[in-house]
Nanobody
Framework: VQLQASGGGLVQAEGSLRLSCAAS????????MGWFRQAPGKEREFVAA????????AYADSVKGRFTISRDGAKNTLYLQINSLKPEDTAVYYCAADGYGSGTSRVTDYDYWGQGTQVTVSS
Protein backbone atom coordinates (compact mmCIF):
# COMPACT_ATOMS: atom_id res chain seq x y z
CA VAL A 1 0.00 0.00 0.00
CA GLN A 2 1.24 3.46 -0.90
CA LEU A 3 -0.24 6.82 -0.07
CA GLN A 4 1.58 9.61 -1.87
CA ALA A 5 0.79 13.09 -0.59
CA SER A 6 1.62 16.15 -2.66
CA GLY A 7 0.66 19.76 -3.19
CA GLY A 8 2.28 21.42 -0.21
CA GLY A 9 4.40 24.52 -0.44
CA LEU A 10 5.15 27.98 0.85
CA VAL A 11 2.19 30.35 0.69
CA GLN A 12 1.26 33.71 2.18
CA ALA A 13 -1.45 34.06 4.78
CA GLU A 14 -4.95 34.08 3.25
CA GLY A 15 -3.68 32.05 0.33
CA SER A 16 -4.89 28.65 -0.87
CA LEU A 17 -3.49 25.22 -1.62
CA ARG A 18 -4.91 21.91 -2.76
CA LEU A 19 -3.29 18.82 -1.32
CA SER A 20 -3.61 15.48 -3.07
CA CYS A 21 -3.07 11.95 -1.85
CA ALA A 22 -2.74 9.26 -4.50
CA ALA A 23 -3.53 5.79 -3.18
CA SER A 24 -2.31 2.51 -4.63
CA UNK A 25 -2.18 -1.10 -3.52
CA UNK A 26 -5.58 -1.02 -1.84
CA UNK A 27 -9.23 -0.97 -2.83
CA UNK A 28 -9.69 2.76 -2.37
CA UNK A 29 -13.48 2.61 -2.15
CA UNK A 30 -13.23 0.33 0.91
CA UNK A 31 -11.26 2.83 2.96
CA UNK A 32 -12.14 5.87 4.96
CA MET A 33 -9.52 8.54 4.35
CA GLY A 34 -8.21 11.22 6.63
CA TRP A 35 -5.87 14.19 6.74
CA PHE A 36 -3.76 14.89 9.77
CA ARG A 37 -1.01 17.42 10.42
CA GLN A 38 1.98 17.76 12.67
CA ALA A 39 3.76 20.97 13.53
CA PRO A 40 7.30 20.99 14.95
CA GLY A 41 7.29 19.99 18.59
CA LYS A 42 3.61 19.07 18.58
CA GLU A 43 1.62 15.87 18.37
CA ARG A 44 -0.04 14.78 15.16
CA GLU A 45 -3.56 16.19 15.05
CA PHE A 46 -6.71 15.47 13.14
CA VAL A 47 -7.69 17.79 10.29
CA ALA A 48 -10.45 16.14 8.26
CA ALA A 49 -11.83 12.74 7.34
CA UNK A 50 -14.29 11.18 4.91
CA UNK A 51 -15.96 7.80 5.36
CA UNK A 52 -15.40 4.92 2.96
CA UNK A 53 -18.72 5.54 1.27
CA UNK A 54 -18.24 9.29 1.36
CA UNK A 55 -21.42 9.90 3.29
CA UNK A 56 -19.76 11.18 6.46
CA UNK A 57 -17.31 14.04 6.59
CA ALA A 58 -15.73 15.49 9.70
CA TYR A 59 -13.47 18.45 10.33
CA ALA A 60 -11.44 19.74 13.22
CA ASP A 61 -12.99 22.89 14.65
CA SER A 62 -9.89 24.87 13.75
CA VAL A 63 -10.35 24.27 10.02
CA LYS A 64 -14.13 24.26 9.59
CA GLY A 65 -15.22 26.63 6.88
CA ARG A 66 -11.72 26.89 5.42
CA PHE A 67 -10.78 23.31 4.51
CA THR A 68 -12.70 20.91 2.27
CA ILE A 69 -11.98 17.20 2.00
CA SER A 70 -13.07 15.18 -1.01
CA ARG A 71 -12.28 11.93 -2.78
CA ASP A 72 -12.29 10.78 -6.40
CA GLY A 73 -12.82 7.04 -6.68
CA ALA A 74 -12.01 6.98 -10.38
CA LYS A 75 -8.57 8.40 -9.67
CA ASN A 76 -8.00 6.73 -6.28
CA THR A 77 -7.15 10.15 -4.94
CA LEU A 78 -7.99 12.10 -1.81
CA TYR A 79 -7.96 15.90 -1.79
CA LEU A 80 -7.82 18.68 0.75
CA GLN A 81 -8.68 22.15 -0.46
CA ILE A 82 -7.22 24.67 1.96
CA ASN A 83 -8.39 28.29 1.83
CA SER A 84 -7.71 31.34 4.00
CA LEU A 85 -4.47 29.87 5.24
CA LYS A 86 -3.11 31.05 8.57
CA PRO A 87 0.43 30.85 9.95
CA GLU A 88 -0.81 28.35 12.52
CA ASP A 89 -1.70 25.98 9.68
CA THR A 90 2.02 25.46 9.09
CA ALA A 91 2.75 21.75 9.47
CA VAL A 92 3.49 18.55 7.65
CA TYR A 93 0.20 17.21 6.34
CA TYR A 94 -0.33 13.45 6.22
CA CYS A 95 -3.02 11.39 4.54
CA ALA A 96 -4.14 8.11 6.05
CA ALA A 97 -6.44 5.18 5.24
CA ASP A 98 -8.77 3.23 7.55
CA GLY A 99 -10.36 0.05 6.20
CA TYR A 100 -14.18 0.32 6.14
CA GLY A 101 -13.85 3.21 8.54
CA SER A 102 -16.37 5.89 9.35
CA GLY A 103 -13.78 8.65 9.10
CA THR A 104 -12.70 9.15 12.69
CA SER A 105 -10.34 11.64 14.28
CA ARG A 106 -8.23 9.03 16.05
CA VAL A 107 -4.71 8.48 14.76
CA THR A 108 -4.78 4.90 16.01
CA ASP A 109 -7.80 3.99 13.84
CA TYR A 110 -5.83 4.40 10.62
CA ASP A 111 -4.02 1.48 9.03
CA TYR A 112 -1.82 3.19 6.45
CA TRP A 113 -0.05 6.54 6.29
CA GLY A 114 1.53 8.61 3.58
CA GLN A 115 4.88 10.32 3.87
CA GLY A 116 3.55 13.84 4.36
CA THR A 117 3.74 17.11 2.48
CA GLN A 118 5.00 20.35 4.03
CA VAL A 119 2.72 23.38 4.18
CA THR A 120 4.34 26.62 5.31
CA VAL A 121 2.29 29.79 5.71
CA SER A 122 4.05 33.12 6.00
CA SER A 123 2.44 36.09 7.71
Amino acid sequence: VQLQASGGGLVQAEGSLRLSCAASGLTFSNYAMGWFRQAPGKEREFVAAISWRGGRIAYADSVKGRFTISRDGAKNTLYLQINSLKPEDTAVYYCAADGYGSGTSRVTDYDYWGQGTQVTVSS
